[in-house]
């Protein structure tokens, strides 16, 4: 699936094609995480909805760190100011969810 997205990002000309490319990428990465759990376990809500946001924001983590070394380094150097409070808020994000479900199971 990842590469064929990237074929099809390689040859989309609008930003519509590509928007549309980062939507069945996240549907392709978040779609496991509703069977990783039990269905008849207790709290399989809590615990399937935690996953998803987990595995969200590090994603949004890794693949900014990913992106930043993609980038030459006059434009790294102006990205890594700007993705610094995303990468914290993300990394908060996904440490608060993780830590909020051990506490409500």
Do not use: C, Y
């Amino acid at each position: 699936i990842i590469l064929i997205n990237i074929l099809i990002l390689l040859r989309a000309k609008k930003t519509g094609a590509t928007l549309w490319i980062m939507v069945l990428q996240i549907f392709a990465l978040l779609l496991p995480a509703f069977v990783s759990h039990a269905s008849s376990a207790g709290n399989h809500a809590i615990a399937v909805g935690a996953l998803l946001f987990h595995i969200l924001f590090i994603s949004i983590w890794v693949g900014g760190v990913i992106g930043l070394t993609a980038l030459d380094e006059k434009d790294r150097a102006l990205s890594i100011s700007r993705f610094s409070s995303v990468a914290l808020w993300a990394a908060i994000a996904a440490a608060r969810r993780k830590l909020s479900v051990h506490r409500d199971l």
